[in-house]
């Protein structure tokens, strides 16, 4: 890179001679590190020496008209910036407003959004500073709050219109969209307004039904990258439209966003409805999504993990016709799959290998899974589950089948109900846990929102935590009386109302025994010694008093 920055370093008019110099030593570089991840840790040159390269680098991009360099040398001067800028040691040069409109202008943005009559159009130069851009933001909160806050984010929605968009394209923009909304509520919510939804969703849908394919020279992206990226543009644009953020008022855990007052929740019910349907196309064409693509032995991986944090914040009743269209639930469905495989095979995999005997009878929670997927469980679990509440909550068919798969009618109450691999026995545990809070109070919340008697099928004793938190344990156990429907099994036994377990016959004749009169006992201790005397004189039995025994 010495020969490119001598080149650079004159004040004249750029020679012939010169230009040939500046490409070939941008080609040299190219082919040795557009791999490398870093060049100032691997020891490839210093700090100081690459500010020397980003300096000339952007004296080339930010050249003269007069000087103009081909769009080619420019192409590869945006193409060994982005591989600098995958490290962000020595790259403070770039880190500004004015390069960020810099790369904007290359990328086409800045005239999209001085002028909307001059569509976005894309070429290698616009997709190499698309690039640069999407790593100078991803690398810098700095620059991604400059980003939001200018007309950028807009004019990325606005050439996402363009319905002939390459997969690479989509992509980064995509992206930038993603990391222009994602610290802002406001930019999301106006995006949403414009309709950025159906530009997601045409996009999503036409992947999905092989419309969409990779170009020959977009060997650098794959077709689950830009759904995942899809997706996870679609979950940042929903957010401020998420029940714990419009409406939360309760215990439920808020994951993203604040609480609001009840007069300010029951304000928003309206505004979150309506922008909910902005979602519509999107929500389909996420539902084919996650409907039809296989599960991985860890389920809540991409391109699931992200379709459920999107969903998760979307209203039920006002896009009921698209969540269940034609009264199919097998969404429902799919998410009890993932939600059963990851409680009852993916969670306890840690005490799986170190007990050798699957899940131990007493669990030690710190022997659990810690993270799936690289998310912390306690973060990674909740969004299924509050998913599933919403559909609890808004829809009374989805509800009858969560109950059914989750808490079914017969299950073994002949031990503790938190005792067993069944995901009901794993909910029961959890709602209970003292580690994991997001997941203990999600999963109440969710079996709280599916059963109509939440005591009488778990017990008081397993639910006094929930109800105490929700200010709900005034209420004894002997005002909870099992429902026919959910809570009493086929054979109509008893049930402790404190641990939901059958009660056994030593507790039946306990309980009987101390609910005797004085004059009742006596009277059944007559009994007693009279049938006594009966074996004795039989020779059944030989009574033999305790000293001579």
């Not at 909307?116 to 640069?132: G, H, M, N, T, W």
């Amino acid at each position: 890179m010495n020969a490119f920055v001598s080149a650079l370093s004159t004040t004249e008019t750029v020679t012939q001679q010169q230009r040939e110099i500046v490409e070939s030593s941008l080609k040299q570089f190219i082919t040795e590190y557009s791999d490398t991840l870093t060049v100032v840790s691997a020891g490839i040159t210093t700090e100081s020496i690459k500010k020397v390269w980003i300096d000339s680098l952007l004296k080339l991009l930010d050249s003269d008209p007069t000087n103009a360099w081909s769009l080619d040398v420019t192409a590869l001067g945006l193409q060994v910036l982005r591989i600098l800028l995958r490290e962000s040691c020595g790259c403070d040069a770039v880190y500004t407003e004015k390069v960020m409109h810099l790369m904007a202008t290359h990328a086409h943005l800045n005239s999209v959004m001085s002028d909307s009559s001059i569509p976005f159009y894309q070429d290698r130069v616009a997709i190499e500073a698309l690039k640069c851009l999407s790593n100078m933001l991803l690398q810098n909160p700095s620059i991604r709050q400059l980003f939001s806050a200018s007309d950028l984010v807009a004019a990325a929605a606005k050439s996402l219109e363009i319905q002939s968009l390459d997969m690479g394209t989509v992509f980064l923009l995509s992206r930038l969209i993603f990391l222009g909304t994602v610290e802002s509520k406001a930019v999301a919510t106006s995006l949403v307004s414009l309709g950025i939804c159906d530009s997601l969703a045409h996009y999503l849908d036409n992947i999905t039904k092989g419309k969409l394919l990779l170009g020959a020279t977009e060997t650098w992206i794959s077709i689950p990258v830009t759904v995942n990226e899809i997706l996870k543009t679609g979950f940042s644009l929903s957010v401020p439209i998420s029940e714990s953020y419009m409406t939360n008022t309760s215990s439920m855990p808020v994951l993203f966003g604040g609480t609001k007052s009840l007069g300010d929740a029951l304000s928003d019910h309206a505004a979150r409805d309506e922008l909910g349907k902005s979602f519509t196309l999107l929500l389909a064409a996420t539902i084919e999504i996650f409907t039809k693509t296989p599960l991985n032995p860890i389920p809540l991986t991409p391109p699931h993990s992200h379709a459920i944090n999107m969903m998760m914040n979307l209203p039920v009743k006002s896009l009921s016709k698209t969540w269940f269209f034609e009264d199919d639930y097998s969404i429902v469905y799919k998410s009890v799959d993932i939600l059963t495989t990851t409680l009852c095979t993916v969670f306890p995999q840690r005490a799986n290998i170190n007990s050798g005997k699957g899940r131990k009878e007493y669990e030690d929670e710190e022997e659990y899974l810690a993270e799936i997927d690289g998310t912390n469980v306690d973060q990674a679990i909740p969004p299924l589950l509050i998913l599933m509440r919403s559909w609890a909550k808004g829809d009374d068919g989805a509800c009858q089948i969560l109950k059914k798969l989750l808490m079914p009618k017969n299950i073994d109450r002949s031990k503790p109900l938190h005792h067993g691999t069944t995901v009901t026995n794993y909910m029961i545990w959890l709602m209970m846990t003292v580690t994991m809070l997001q997941i203990r109070d999600c999963v109440s919340e969710l079996l709280f929102a599916v059963l109509d008697e939440l005591v009488a099928y778990v017990g008081y004793g397993n639910a006094a935590g929930f109800l105490m938190n929700k200010g709900l344990l005034g209420s004894t156990p002997s005002q909870s009386k099992p429902s026919q429907e959910e809570s009493v099994a086929d054979d109509q036994a008893k049930i402790n109302p404190i641990t939901g377990e059958y009660i056994k016959p030593e507790d039946e004749h306990n309980e009987a025994l101390e609910n005797m009169t004085e004059e009742e006992r006596e009277r059944e201790t007559e009994k007693l010694m009279v049938l006594i005397s009966r074996l004795e004189k039989n020779g059944a039995i030989q009574v033999v008093r305790k000293n001579e025994a």
